[in-house]
């Protein structure tokens, strides 16, 4: 190993590791190189529970990939009616902490009866297997229990962050034809209602598919309810049997389409299936997060996002964890809410983003020193890649130095991580996600698809298909070979630059494409740009990241206005209004710049690049020689000056 800072597992921790020493770790990655099938055939058949049994492993017609063959199983019965069989029915599967101080306590048993009586509640709506269904919804037990209950039923679904506007949520039911959508009144954030059914009302004015809406009582503000259409959760349940058979279904099942942003206006459906992800998932927790039976697991995330999907509900539970869920947001009412939490439920494995650790840092070290945080023993980070100094604080000050810190490199397509270290096996270095788990054939290469040399900037690409991979774009699959697999041909292209030093390590260096990357949520300039230009002031609009402390990357936006008079302070106010209702308030710009005309190229092309250089280090010193008008250029660098 030639860097300074490497942090090998202790021996302690190595002795009880699930994978334990660099050389398992290394047994494990070339039988899955030689032997794939083999490889996962066996795992599938030891941590799944098939209901037909898969008939061959793998099939790849690039790029599209079927896992489990013939094989049918349920991905609900996987997570929840199994440990009930075999006898952990007692185990606690929730610990939920709700934002007010409520919590609630849910064995296995308990949830196989909840989900049970929610999907009998759906049946009788008259929703069923093969239907689509959304989910907006506070992070509460209910939200669990809803994606659950749709697996057990096989309607596939999509659960859309509660942070989406009314506009975002309305997209996402159109595209996926939704019959169903299950919403809450709303939840608690920052000791206010954050309300949901508004905004559901508000998208379906647009929606016919949608037959039936299911509302849960969480903070039980009265809500206006469509007669005939929308039902309580509580009555839907009501007098429904704690028997539902789980549906037998094909490996290739649609589980869920989660949408994420493209580099178009438009974001994807990036869909999964059910035996390759919940396996995939589930070995990664086991492998990554070294998941014992004792432990107590949290996974910050909301389910709106893939990390919720993976991370809360599929891959914990197909291993039965015991998991801590928790409503609100880490200030409320106080900064130190998080390690209170850990405190409380002794947690043990605690995953979340780097976003979360820089916010949390700025409060200082006696919020999380006032409490007792021993029962940590590994520590996770996950969607953007960590800075050292959020990494050794994370390290030192949360883990007082016993806990390995597990940097995970994953995607909403890829499913499940596919580069992260196994904390019994692998020495960490700070900042990168280490080396690939088994399966995983991660190279970085350069356009024409020759690896780079070590140290060398490149393309990260996968050249193999993977268990928990995503299968298509829902309802575009054209779109599907064009974005990840025509860039290499033949090779999954992940939209990130790294590089991989001379010990074969990985380091993640961000987006290649018009991707932010804004408190480890993606988000597409093109996104916010249609919506900019949806506004009757904007005449054109550029939309770049900007380097920002806490969020990683910040939302700045170039603007040029039709003809008129506008008050530039409060039309910037309502532009950064506009955004929230068009996407939703976690997209709202942190900084709008008015300009008479945006740098272009002589074919007409915004020239982003500079404008992104210009944000980060207020000057351009790039290559500009097919600006069309170097003016603009002088002329926005003066305006920031001029404000500054
Ligand atoms: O750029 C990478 C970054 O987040 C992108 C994926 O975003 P999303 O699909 O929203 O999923 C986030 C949660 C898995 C990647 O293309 N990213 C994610 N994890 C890391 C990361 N960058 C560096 N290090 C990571 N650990």
């Known amino acids: 190993m030639s860097q300074a800072n490497i942090y090998p597992p202790s021996a302690d921790f190595v002795k009880q590791a699930n994978v334990s020493g660099m050389e398992a770790y290394r047994a494990l990655y070339q039988k899955a190189a030689d032997k794939p099938e083999e490889f996962w055939g066996e795992l599938a058949k030891e941590k799944l529970h098939w209901m037909e049994p898969f008939s061959h492993v793998f099939e790849w017609e690039p790029p599209f990939v079927k896992w489990f063959v013939g094989g049918k199983l349920n991905a609900c019965y996987n997570c ?53 269904a959304i989910i907006y919804m506070p992070m ?38 939704a019959k169903l959508v299950i919403t809450a009144d709303g939840g608690w954030r920052k000791g206010k209602e954050v309300k949901l059914k508004p905004a559901v009302d508000e998208a379906l004015a647009d929606c016919p598919s949608v037959t039936s809406v299911v509302v849960c009582e969480r903070t039980k503000t009265p809500v206006p309810m469509v007669h005939g259409r929308d039902h309580y959760w509580q009555a839907v349940e009501a007098g429904q049997s704690e028997h539902c058979p789980a549906v037998p279904l094909d490996s290739e099942h649609p589980l869920f389409v989660l949408y994420t942003s493209g580099t178009t206006g438009k974001p994807k459906g990036i869909l999964h299936t059910t035996g390759g992800y919940l396996l995939q998932c589930a070995m990664t927790v086991e492998w990554v997060f070294d998941l014992k039976k004792n432990d107590v697991y949290w996974c910050t995330a909301d389910i709106g996002w893939v990390t919720g999907h993976s991370y809360v509900t599929y891959g914990p539970m197909a291993l039965g964890a015991t998991q801590v869920i928790y409503e609100g947001s880490p200030d409320t009412p106080g900064f130190d809410r998080w390690w209170a939490i850990v405190e409380k439920y002794k947690v043990s494995i605690l995953y979340t983003s780097p976003t979360a650790i820089r916010a949390l840092i700025r409060q200082g070290d006696h919020l999380p020193n006032a409490h007792n945080l021993s029962s940590l023993r590994l520590l996770g980070s996950v969607g953007e890649p960590i800075n050292p100094a959020a990494w050794e604080w994370f390290y030192k000050v949360i883990g007082k130095e016993r806990c390995p810190i597990v940097d995970t490199w994953w995607q909403t397509e890829t499913g499940a991580m596919l580069i992260a270290p196994m904390p019994g096996a692998v020495p ?80 993640v260096l961000g ?41 990683g990357q910040a939302v700045c936006c170039f603007i040029t206005l039709k003809k008129g008079e506008y008050d530039h302070d409060v039309l910037s106010k309502e ?20 300009s008479e005309a945006l740098p272009k190229t002589r074919s007409g092309k915004i020239m982003r690049r500079l404008l992104r250089e210009l944000v980060t280090n207020n000057t351009v010193a790039g290559d500009v020689t097919t600006l069309e008008d170097l003016s603009v250029i002088t002329k926005l660098a003066a305006q920031q000056d001029d404000e500054s």
């Not at 993606?522 to 402390?549: D, F, I, N, Y």
Request: aromatic residues 8%; negative net charge; hydrophobic residues 40%.
């Open 80 to 132: 929840v009616d199994r440990h009930v069989g075999e006898g952990n029915g007692d185990k606690v599967a929730l610990l939920f902490e709700g934002e007010p101080g409520d919590s609630r306590r849910i064995t296995y048993s308990e949830l196989l009866k909840d989900v049970s009586r929610f999907a009998n509640g759906l049946l009788r709506l008259g929703i069923e297997t093969g239907d689509r």
């Open 428 to 507: 960490l270095k700070p900042g990168s996600g280490t080396l690939p788990i088994p399966g995983v054939m991660a190279e970085v290469v350069n356009l024409d698809g020759k690896p780079v040399g070590p140290n060398e900037e490149g393309y990260l690409i996968v050249s193999r298909p993977w268990p928990s991979m995503v299968r298509t774009i829902w309802g575009d699959p054209k779109r599907f070979e064009d974005q990840y697999w025509s860039r290499v041909p033949g090779k999954y292209f992940t939209g990130d630059a790294a590089r991989r030093d001379e010990d074969g390590y990985f380091w």
């Open 575 to 594: 532009l950064r209004q506009w955004i929230a209702h068009e996407i939703g308030a976690f997209a709202r710009p942190e900084e709008i710049r008015f």
């Open 511 to 551: 987006r290649v494409d018009d991707v932010l990357n804004v408190s480890g949520h993606r988000l597409s300039t093109m996104e916010v740009e249609s919506a900019l230009v949806r506004h009757p002031a904007v005449a054109e609009a550029a939309v770049v990241g900007k380097p920002h402390e806490i969020t």
């Open 140 to 177: 509460i037990p209910e939200a669990v229990i809803a994606m659950l209950a749709c697996a057990r039923l096989g309607i596939t679904h999509s659960v859309v962050f509660g942070g989406f506007s009314a506009e975002a949520l309305k997209a996402r039911i159109q595209d996926l034809g």
